[in-house]
């Protein structure tokens, strides 16, 4: 379980890997309200595997993640999408959504 009711984040020894090749190994963090953080590595490093990790869009091969005080399995894809967003940097470079359109996408999940 978080250490404290203010840790929006926490992930105890998460492993990942793409095809049996390791991209993550014994991840260890905590992020609590109101922090900034920065996620820093040379390119290949698995910063974007994390965050996928993060966001619900990769499964770990070991691990928990913890978001908002509770075992990330637990919360519905709905939920985790009212209070995580994830944009890519890559593959949307077609798509004619302006800025304020690709915003205003983070309101789907409270609409019925």
Known sequence: MPKSKNTVCQVQDLSFNYGGC???AGIR????????????????????????VLAGLEVPVTGT??????DAKEISAKERSRRIAYVPQTGHEDVPFTVRQLVSLGRAPWQN
């Not at 963090?29 to 996928?52: F, I, Q, Y």
């Not at 993640?65 to 509770?70: E, I, K, Q, T, W």
């Open 65 to 70: 993640v913890f978001l908002f005080g509770r």
């Open 22 to 24: 390791d991209v993550l």
């Open 29 to 52: 963090l905590e992020a609590r309200a109101g922090e900034m953080a920065v996620l820093a590595g040379p390119n290949g490093s698995g910063k974007t595997s994390l965050l996928r």
